[in-house]
């Protein structure tokens, strides 16, 4: 059988929409989503439902017209191509709520409770009394990945446990009623968490340590000038430190022209560079990294009701992927009762 006959493997990402993405995303999923199309069918979902798990306010809920689209630009942007990758609205496939209800039932609350990010999402909002809903957002998890039938996805370490419910129900699934799902596997990404830009903390967009992927040259130009380096170092002749600093981790990471890099390492080692001919030079490796960013950002500005039309589209395509789902699933559990 060649490649071109031979069915590709499915992978399931996607992100909540709380607002724009920045470099840390780029680093940490985005790139790798960027090569993933190549080989796989991707199915990327815009995971509003995800978001109410813990910002159920109308205010947020307002939001997500635009952070949906802010979301989808971002996506394109990077070079996320609609013709490889599925982009859909979760909260638009009704039949992510149909599965999510029959899933509910093969799970135990203890085996939830039990998810150690649930502990982690509790102490970091504050919140006392989960929500039934935030309790079982893997088994919604496992609704996404297993509506589509995904052979993998991508996560951090942290999801790994979301990924090990949503086999356990796949199984007890199959086990009780017929072989329906696969059992999606983890790929688990080793990438290093890119961090903000006053150092310590990742970066994240509620911070206010980020540099999106939005950012004009001259926010790069300010946010860089900002930032933070070595704290033990007072003048640009004493010799500095260049692990853990987060100008040379952005160098490292965004910069292309390694011997320029290691020259400006070696030089503030030594304390023969200041930290603004560092800045400089990471801003405009920054902005080359971002000019194409740029470029594809305008093209996709220009076609308005383009981004409308792929969420459609997208949506439109799982929206049967979906209605096939739940044909399996019923025809599998004996649910024909009646025509429907
Ligand atoms: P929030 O402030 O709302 O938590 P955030 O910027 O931390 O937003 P998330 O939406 O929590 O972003 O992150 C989604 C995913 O993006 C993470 O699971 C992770 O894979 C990736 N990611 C986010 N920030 C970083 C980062 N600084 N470095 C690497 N990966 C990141
Ligand atoms: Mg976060």
Redesign the pocket.
């Known amino acids: 059988m060649s490649d071109s006959t031979a069915k590709r493997k499915r992978i399931l990402t996607g992100?909540?929409p709380?607002?724009k993405l920045?470099l840390?995303?780029y680093?940490?999923?985005l790139a790798n989503r960027v090569r993933l199309q190549e080989e796989y069918d991707v199915f990327l979902l815009v995971a509003d439902y995800h978001m109410l798990t813990t910002r159920s306010g109308k205010d947020h809920i307002l939001d997500v017209a635009r952070n949906a689209r802010e979301l989808v630009f971002d996506y394109l942007s990077v070079g996320i191509n609609p013709e490889k990758t599925t982009i859909y609205v979760q909260s638009l496939v009704p039949e992510v709520a149909e599965i999510f209800l029959l899933f509910s039932m093969l799970v135990t609350v203890p085996r939830l409770q039990r998810v150690p990010t649930l502990k982690e999402v509790m102490h970091d909002l504050h919140i006392e009394n989960p929500s039934a809903g935030l309790l079982i957002y893997p088994v919604l998890q496992a609704a996404d990945i297993l509506l589509v039938r995904a052979d993998l996805v991508p996560v951090?370490k942290?999801?790994e446990s979301h990924i090990e419910v949503c086999r356990e129900i796949a199984r007890r699934f199959n086990q009780l009623y017929g072989p329906v799902f696969p059992e999606a596997e983890g790929l688990i990404?080793d990438?290093?968490?890119?961090?903000?830009t006053y150092g310590k903390a990742?970066?994240?967009?509620?911070?206010n340590n980020?540099i999106f992927l939005s950012d004009d040259e001259e926010t790069v130009r300010k946010k860089v000038m900002k930032m933070y380096t070595d704290p033990t170092r007072l003048r640009a002749t004493d010799p500095g430190n260049v692990k853990g600093n987060p100008v040379f981790t952005y160098h490292d990471a965004f910069n292309p022209d390694v011997d320029e890099v290691d020259d400006l390492k070696a030089r503030y080692l030594k304390g023969t560079v200041g930290d603004v001919e560092v800045k400089k030079k990471l801003i405009t490796a920054i902005n080359n990294f971002l000019e194409p960013v740029r470029a594809r950002r305008a093209e996709y500005t220009a076609k308005p009701g383009l981004i409308d039309d792929i969420i459609q589209h997208g949506t439109e395509v799982v929206t049967r992927e979906g209605r096939e789902t739940v044909g399996l699933m019923r025809e599998a559990m004996g649910m024909t009762y009646f025509k429907k």
């Not at 990742?202 to 911070?207: D, H, N």
Request: hydrophobic share 30%.
């Open positions: 992100d909540r709380t607002g920045h840390g995303h680093v940490g999923t951090g942290d999801q990404g990438v290093a968490t890119l961090v903000g990742k970066m994240s967009k509620s911070l980020a």
